[in-house]
Structure formats: C-alpha cells, structure tokens
C-alpha cells in the first residue's frame, strides 16, 4: 500500500489527494474483482461440497474437469435473464435494496487485511468499522422484502433482519475477547499480535478464546444466512425468501453477497482467531502471506459448508432461543474469563 | 495512555448520594422480589419499596442541611435545594405506593404487573430526586427521559383499558416531541457555550462571543420542552388525557412529581445558567432581546385562565383535577416571573402545599373509584352521608386548592401574591385572584354533589367502607393542609433555607 | 476540504430529515432516516470522533433502524386517508422554509461568532475508544449508570405493557 502511494505520488505526480483516490479506486476495483471470483469458485464449490457429503458427484459435465465451467455457465445464464420489476412492487427500494446489500459486503472488504500492509481501508477502528457497515446489509434485505410487495419475500425479509439483529450480538461479543488481547480494533495490529506458530493464535490463546471461537463460528452461519439458520430463504416454505422476486442482474447481486459475506465471515474468523496471515508451523513460512490468508479462509468456508449440508434446519424459536438465551450468555462468560484469565496470567497491562 | 486529564467520580461522594442509591437499589431488589414470587405475591415488592423509601426519606431527613456538594464528577449537586425537593419526592413516592396498594385499579383481582408497579415507582422516585440535582445538560436530560420512561409506563399500565394505553401513547408522542425540541435548545447551548455544566455555560455566556440570536432560540426551545414537562399552556395538551386514561394513583403522581420535579430543574437553570444575578429582575437576564417576566407572566395567567376555565365545564371529577392542576401550574409560574428569591421560596412552599392537597384529593377519588367504579359527578352525589370522614377531608382538600384561608392553600397563594406584587406586577395578582374566585366554582360543586344534592329516589345510600390505609392516609394529608394554614412558618422557613443554600452557594 | 464535507454532510443530514417528515409512506420515511443517520455519523467523523462516527452507523443506522422498519413491515396498519393523499408540491415549501431559515440563521451567525470554545487543539487519542472509554465509565460513570436503569425500565415497560400470554401450538 505504502509502495502503491509513493508510485502515485511520485512516479506519476500526483497530489496526495489524488493518490488517494486513485489507490481507493484501483483497490475498490480489485475487491470487487475478488467477490465475483470468490460467488464463482464458491457456487462451484458449494455443489462439490454438497455432493461429496451426499455421496454423489455434483456437476461433472460443463467444462471438463469436475464440471468446473458449470458455475460460469450459471452466472451467464442469470446475467442474461429477464430484468423483471413486479408492478405493485415499490420501484425505487426495489432497485436500491440489492445495491446496498452489495455496498454492505464491500465496504466490509476494505478493512480486511491481505498481507501486511495490503489492506485497503486502514483503520484504527477497522474491527468496529466491518461490523458497523455489515449492518446495512440488514436494512438492504428489509428493504428487498418489504419493496416486493410478496408476502413470501416479506416474511424472508422479516425472519432475515431478526436473525441478523439477533446474531450480531454474540457474533461481536465473541471478538470481544480478542479486542482485549490485543489492545487494538486495527485489524493489522490483531493479526500481528498473532505472530509465531499455531499456538500463538488466539484460539489457542485460553480456553475462553476456544469457545469464543465457536460462538464466532456459528453466530458467523447464521449472520450469513445459511444452513441450518436458512429461514429467510427455507424454499420449502418462503420460495426463496426475501429475494423471491429477483431476477437477472439484481438477483446476481444479492448472490454475489451472499458469498462475499461468506467469505467475509470466514475471513475475519481467520484475521481474529486462527492466526490471518501467518502460517501454522515455521516449515509453511514460504508461502505468500495472502495465499496463506486465503487458503485458511477458504478452509473456513468449507467447514461452513459441511455444516450447512449436514445439520438439519433449526425452528425460527429454536434459533432466537439459542441466540438470547445460550449464546450470549455464554459469550458474555467468555469475556469476563477470558479477561480474568489474562489478569491471572498477567497479560494485562 | 495520555489523554484528557480524566474526573474518576469519587466513591466516598455516595454518602451524599445516598438517598436516591437506596431508591435505585430498591428498584432493582424489588424487580427481584416480583421475580422470585413470579409476581403471585405482590406484597413481597410492596414491602420493599415502602422499606426502601422509608429508608431513603429518613436518609433525606438527615442530609437536609446538606451544604452545597458537587458530587460525582461534577454531574450532580446536592445542595438545600436538592434537598428539600427530594424528602418531598419520597414523600409523594411513598404516598403513591400506600395508595396504590388500597386502589383496585392497581391491585385489583385481574390486574398484571403488581409488582412492577411498585418498583417503577420507586424508580421514578429516584429520578425526579437527580431532576432536582442536575447541574450538567446530560444529567438534566438524562433523569427527564428516565421520569418520563417511567411515566410512559405507568400511563399504560391498564393494559387492557383503551384509555389507559390511549394515555400512554399520547404521553409518549409528546414526551419524544418536546424531549426533541429541548434537545436541540441544549445542544445549541452547548455549541455555542463548549460546556455542559450549568456554570461553564453561564461563564460563556458572560465572556461575551455568544451570538444573541442563536441564545434567543435555544432558550425559547429549553423553556418550550420544560414548560412541556410541567404541563403549561401551550404544552399542556397531554396532560388531561393522560391524567383521565392512567390508573388514578397514577394521576395523583404525576400530578404533583414531574411537576415538581420540573420545577425544580427550571428553578436551577434558569437560575444559575441565565439569570443575571441574584438580585437583578428577569428570568433570563443574560438573553436581552425579550421582556423575559413578561413572556414567563403571559404564559402564567394564560396557563391558570385556560385551567380554570376549562375546568368549569368538566363533569369527570379526575378531568376537572387534571385542568385544576394544569391551573396551579398558572400560579406556580407567578414565582417564577422574577426569579426573586422570594419567588421561588414561594414556589417551593407552594409546590409542598400542592402536593399534599392534590394528592389528597386524587386519593379520594381513588377511594370511590373503589366502590363505585366512576369518577363522574353524578355518582358523587351523596358521598358526603356515604364516607362522612373522607368526605369532611376531601372538603378541606378542595378548600385548600381554591385557596380559601384557613387551610394552607392559601398561605401558599398569599406567599406567591406577594412575589409579583413586591416587583409592581399587580396586573398578574389580579388575574390570579380572579382566577381563585372561578375554580371555587367547579371545586365546590364537588362539595355541593357530595353533601348538598338530594340524591335521585331509589339511589344507593349505603355506606361506604373505605380501607383502613386510606383513612390513615388522607388523614396524613389532610391534617398538615389544614395545619400548614395555621402554622407555616416552620415550613416556609424551610424553603427559604433551600433558596438560600441554593442562591449563594453557587 | 473538511469545510466542504461538513455542509455537504449536513445538507445531506437536513435532506433526510425533510424527507422523512415530508414522505407519507412510512418505509419510505425510516430509509430516509436511515440516510439522515448515515450522515450524521459523517459530521461526527468529522469532528474527530470515528468511534462515535461508526457507533451511530452500527447502533442507529443498523440495529434500531432495522428494528424500525421491522415494526413497520410487520405492523402494516391501515392506511389512513391522510397517508394516501400527497401532500400539495405548493405546499412543500410553505412546511420546509420556516425551520429551514431558523437553521440556517441560527448556524451562519453562530458560525460568524466563531467557535472559540472548541479551537484548542486537541489533545492526543481524542475520540478513541480508549477516551471514550474513559469519559464513559469515569467522569460520566452516574449518567452511564442513569442511561442503563432507563432503558431496563423501558424494557420491562415493554414487556409488562406488551406480553401476550399465548400457548405457542408446539408448547
């Protein structure tokens, strides 16, 4: 980053203003680029995943290797569909609710950190910042049900933003833990606190911050929607939920950050719990440290996908249950121990 | 880490605070105690809040020559005003719980929530006390938003009655609007003065800078959203729906204790925030461009003509006090036309003597409401001969709020005369005594209802078998009205004593 | 730089507040405050508050609008006759002026008074989550705690005045 704003300051001449929108823009760009990558090789993925838990093959057939091709020919197929706005649906909020839940993902994306030093928003706040903008997401999904006037789409929409509101309680208070180890809501400065083999990673760190990992991990599932916390979505019953009456372009969005979020829960799973950059064991140093970010994230994502084609879906009570009842509590227990644990073993200052 | 130099609240500062800690912690003990009997038993949270606010009132006896303390980082000042206002507080508190416990709308066989309305009590209690001791903008916003939770709460409380949850949104929808319209007032205040406590921002006022105009409309909007709070002319449109629709020892509290406690917080802002000192004429005396008593002396003989007036043609016995109270808002404010010190002495004798011939008479009404399930004046007929002890005290509640000596509504009156008379302002004194003379119409045709009209043939005359507690209490109310007329001097002496802690402590 | 973006978030802020009074759908309405809020955390970057900034986008943009909306969504009472009717375009500017001129009187003078109070500078870490940490749970520990016993009383408020005794049909 630091390289890429000397270039442009003085390779290309421009004023410092300039390079920041420059730099802003080539890295907005790239991100984008990434979700896209990220909603195709996912989908793919999705399907092997799927198959292989069911004991089948999934696609085999489009492209030739392991029907890889199969996902691209899904994204032509929705880009090319008809563009249809119902017509008692409420026109403007219709077309702007996909855009603000893909504004949502991104401006999450930003902050999280590649490399070191490669992260496109840098903020001492980043942490905070990631959970603030996910948030929109929520109001762009209300807007999406409430907008199509389906009563299908509404009720998605309703069970969505509930679960969402729910979750994002346990999901934040779980970081919590983390925030206090290190000191810092700068997502660099918790990857670096990290630093030095698999039992430097704060999973590892105390038992607080094993089970807080955990709570992550599922509030992450149902923050993203997926299995067994689908309700918004549950075809059997709402069709599809809050985007029912999507099609083309604008469904193309919600899909695209259906997997960026995705990939942006698994990632801040990573960066938080399992060490972001850094490699497990000192032999593995050799790898790029953004390949080494990826590949965990990735690794995240699958388990994400296990889970969501092997537990059945849980009742709408069964989930606020969980949520008010169970894990906050339980995340709650883990601050407090996990800072009197860093009291105890003098980590605190 | 190095940043602001940071004002840690010092612990041993409780022991001044101590009232309003024990109320805050019988809040919660009592929220516990309905939780162990799963709101079956209620008693178990009544006794707790009557323990605490026993409790916390002999706390308040005991701090009532406190000094002036600013305590816990400098957010609140206990001084001889806090301290008058919050023994009253806990007083009406305490009132209110007994009542309540007696009063079927509460307590009744299908009513919820017993419990619960014990401790909001409580709580409420609490917050008008830090309403009184407020002297930061975040503090004075902060215990009127906690009041005026509490009051939405309570307003609602007979959930199932279409009036009571009526009341309770039309006080919400007010409440957010003025609380709004306040608020901006506050931050304008706070733009243009960098301070929120009440004497950092009479410094900045003084030091010049501040633009007149923007002082103008931020004053305009602070004295809207408080005026909102004691319900004055013309922000009094909540107040006789609320007070018709919400159980009536409800009515009774709010009556008298967001009023009060409003008054008080007017009395310390204005007072240590605008005035221009302690012995020049004008409400606002820092903000020039408007004859200040002359705003304040309009909007007060408007207040107490539309009350009275209004009043005259009310047939509901707990509407007709709902305008009377608005009314004696009227008279209130006379006090506070000079911000003399006579003015508020008079002020705080007043509110006193209010509380006790108010809640009196609100607590009647809760006693026949009773048995009769009605608050009209055609049921009241014959009341006289039916409950002869409660009725022979309702008359002398009644008397008193018309202000007919000997009883102690009229000392207060003659106290609050006086304070508009010594500056010249006859005009208002003669509008005031004029308005006596009208609400001794509507309150004393509860008392030719009650002992004077035949009642109809065939109508029920048995008597009428008040709860023992209620005797005790309207006796406890009753008695001091008539002996405040005989023998204030001990009492205005008292609130002198608060004006003056309050005046040349700051 | 910093002037410009301080009138073009409060433009934006006026903007959505008019438009959420003025909007006679209700969804409408709450997007619309949703945008005001978005703004407001803008002018609190601003004045060197992000953590202040990002609170109002995850507390009020997020959390309590969504709540807002939720309600709406779910409630979807009777449309009123008022509500359908638009108001007149003629009118519009007879509403949006007088407060609009209040405003902008109120802030170009204040502006031309300067603000002598707040051009200290500021002192290292202002606006961090440490400092506000700090003020919170020291100088204004009683308020914080005031806050707190307020909105446990509106919950339980809200649940003594709202519970439904219902059996659910799996219970």
Redesign the interface.
């Known amino acids: 980053m630091e390289a890429m704003y000397a270039f442009f300051m003085d390779k290309a001449g421009m004023g410092q203003a300039g390079a920041h929108v420059t730099v802003a823009a080539i890295m907005a760009t790239l991100m984008f680029i990434v979700m896209a990558l990220c909603a195709l090789v996912f989908t793919w993925m999705e399907r092997k995943v799927a198959a292989f838990l069911q004991s089948r093959w999934g696609p085999m057939r489009t492209g030739r290797w392991q029907g890889w091709a199969q996902a691209v020919a899904d994204m032509l197929k929705i880009l090319g569909k008809e563009d249809i706005i119902p017509a008692e649906a409420d026109k403007a909020l219709f077309i702007f609710a996909p855009l603000l839940v893909l504004l949502g993902s991104l401006l999450a994306w930003a902050a999280i950190p590649w490399a070191p030093g490669f992260v496109a928003a840098d903020l001492d706040l980043g942490l905070f910042y990631i959970f603030a903008v996910s948030s929109m997401v929520i109001i762009g999904i209300l807007m999406a049900g409430w907008a199509s006037n389906n009563k299908w789409a509404l009720y998605g929409a309703a069970r969505g933003a509930a679960q969402m509101v729910s979750y994002e309680i346990p999901l934040a208070l779980a970081a919590i833990p983390v925030v206090m180890y290190t000191g810092s809501l700068n997502t660099q400065d918790i990857v670096i606190a990290q630093q030095g083999g698999i039992w430097n990673w704060f999973i590892f760190r105390n038992p607080f911050l094993f089970v807080s990992f955990f709570l992550y991990f599922v509030a992450s599932i149902a923050e993203t929607n997926r299995g067994p916390f689908d309700m918004p979505e549950t075809e059997s019953e709402l069709v599809a939920g809050y985007h029912t009456e999507y099609t083309g372009m604008r469904f193309a969005f919600f899909f695209l950050s259906e997997y960026a979020n995705l990939f942006l829960v698994s990632m801040i799973a990573v960066l938080l719990f399992l060490g972001g950059w850094w490699a497990p064991i000192p032999g593995l140093d050799f790898l790029p440290a953004a390949l080494t970010f990826v590949i965990k994230g990735v690794l995240m994502v699958f388990l994400n996908m296990w889970v969501r084609w092997t537990l059945p879906r849980v009742r709408v009570d069964q989930l606020m249950h969980l949520c008010w009842k169970v894990m906050i509590p339980a995340a709650l227990i883990c601050t407090v121990g996990a800072g009197l644990w860093m009291m105890a073993s003098g980590a605190a200052g | 880490?190095?940043?602001?130099n940071?004002?840690?609240?010092d612990w041993a500062d409780l022991a001044w605070w101590l009232p309003e800690a024990i109320l805050?912690g019988t809040?919660l003990v009592a929220?516990l105690a309905d939780l162990v009997v799963r709101g079956r038993r209620p008693w178990l949270p009544f006794a707790v809040s009557v323990a605490g606010l026993v409790t916390a009132g002999a706390y308040a006896v005991a701090a009532l020559d406190p000094g002036t303390r600013t305590i816990?980082?400098?957010?609140?000042v206990v001084d001889g005003l806090a301290a008058y206002f919050r023994l009253l507080f806990i007083f009406v508190g305490l009132v209110t719980v007994l009542f309540a416990w007696t009063a079927e709308e509460i307590m009744g066989r299908t009513r919820?929530?017993k419990g619960?309305f014990f401790?909001?009590t409580v709580?409420m209690t609490a917050?008008m006390c830090?309403m009184a001791e407020a002297k930061?903008l975040?503090?004075l916003y902060?215990?009127m938003?906690?009041v005026g939770?509490?009051s939405?709460?309570m307003a609602?409380?007979m959930?199932t009655s279409l009036r009571s949850?009526e009341a309770?949104l039309k006080y919400v929808i007010f409440g957010a609007v003025s609380s709004a319209i306040m608020l901006y007032g506050l931050s304008?205040l706070y733009?243009?003065?960098?301070?929120m406590q009440f004497d950092g921002i009479r410094a900045?006022l003084m030091?010049g800078?501040?633009?007149d105009?923007?002082l103008l409309?931020a004053v305009i909007l602070v004295i809207a959203g408080m005026s909102y709070k004691i319900a004055a002319v013309p922000f009094h449109y909540w107040a006789p729906d609320v007070y018709e629709g919400a159980p009536t020892p409800v009515s009774a509290l709010f009556s008298v204790g967001p009023k009060a406690a409003g008054f008080a917080l007017m009395i310390r802002f204005f007072y240590t925030t605008l005035a221009a000192g302690p012995d020049a004429a004008g409400s606002a005396g820092l903000v020039q461009q408007i004859n200040w008593p002359l705003l304040i002396a309009v909007m007060s003989a408007v207040t107490m003509t539309y009350g009275n007036l209004v009043a005259l043609r009310q047939l509901n016995v707990k509407r007709m006090l709902a305008y009377s109270s608005i009314a004696h808002v009227g008279y209130l404010l006379m006090g506070f036309v000079l911000l003399t010190e006579t003015g508020l002495q008079a002020i705080l004798f007043y509110l006193l003597v209010y509380a006790l011939m108010n809640l009196g008479a609100f607590l009647f009404v809760v006693a026949i409401n009773n048995h009769l399930r009605s608050e009209h004046l055609d049921d009241y007929v014959g009341l006289g001969f039916r409950a002869p002890w409660a009725g022979v005290m309702m008359v002398v509640f009644l008397a008193s709020l018309t202000g007919v000596p000997p009883f102690a509504g009229f000392v207060g009156k003659w106290y609050l005369f006086i304070a508009v008379m010594d500056k010249q302002w006859f005009w208002l004194a003669i509008i005031a005594a004029l308005n006596s003379v009208v609400s001794l119409y509507y309150y004393f045709r509860v008392v030719k209802a009650m002992f004077l009209t035949r009642p109809a043939e065939g109508a029920n005359l048995s008597p009428l078998k008040l709860h023992w507690l209620q005797y005790v209490l309207l006796a406890v109310l009753a008695i001091p009205t008539l002996g405040l007329g005989l023998f204030f001097g001990q009492f205005t002496g008292l609130a002198d004593r608060a004006i003056l802690m309050m005046t040349t402590g700051f | 730089m910093e002037t410009f973006l301080f009138w073009f978030c409060g433009a934006a802020m006026v903007l959505g507040g008019l438009m959420t009074v003025v909007q006679r759908s209700a969804v409408v309405s709450a997007v619309w405050l949703i945008f005001a809020f978005v703004a407001a955390a803008g002018i609190f970057a601003l004045l060197h508050a992000p953590f202040v900034a990002i609170l109002q986008v995850l507390v009020y943009a997020g959390a309590i609008m969504v709540l807002f909306l939720f309600v709406i969504m779910m409630l979807q009472g009777p449309v009123l006759e008022g509500e359908r009717r638009r108001m007149k375009p003629a009118l519009w500017p007879a509403v949006a002026i007088p407060p609009l001129a209040?405003l902008v009187?109120?802030g170009t003078?204040?502006a031309?008074?300067?603000?002598?109070?707040?051009t200290t500078p500021l002192?290292?870490?202002?606006g961090s989550p440490?400092?506000v940490a700090?003020?919170l749970l020291?100088?204004?520990?009683?308020?914080f705690e005031?806050?707190s016993?307020?909105l446990l009383?509106?919950i339980?408020?809200a649940l003594?005045?709202?519970k439904e005794e219902r059996k659910l049909p799996w219970k």
Request: glycine fraction near 14%.
């Open positions: 880490m190095e940043l602001l940071i004002n840690i609240p805050c809040f929220l816990l980082g400098d957010l609140v919820e929530n619960e401790a909001l709580l917050a830090v930061d975040l503090m902060l215990s938003e906690a939770i509490v939405y709460v609602g409380y959930r949850t309770s304008l733009g243009m003065t960098g301070s900045g030091g800078q501040v633009d105009f923007g409309v | 209040v009187l109120v003078r204040i031309d008074h300067g603000t002598a109070a707040f002192p290292a870490g202002f440490t400092h700090e003020l020291g100088r204004y520990l009683l308020a005031l806050i016993i307020a009383v509106a339980i408020g003594a005045i709202g």
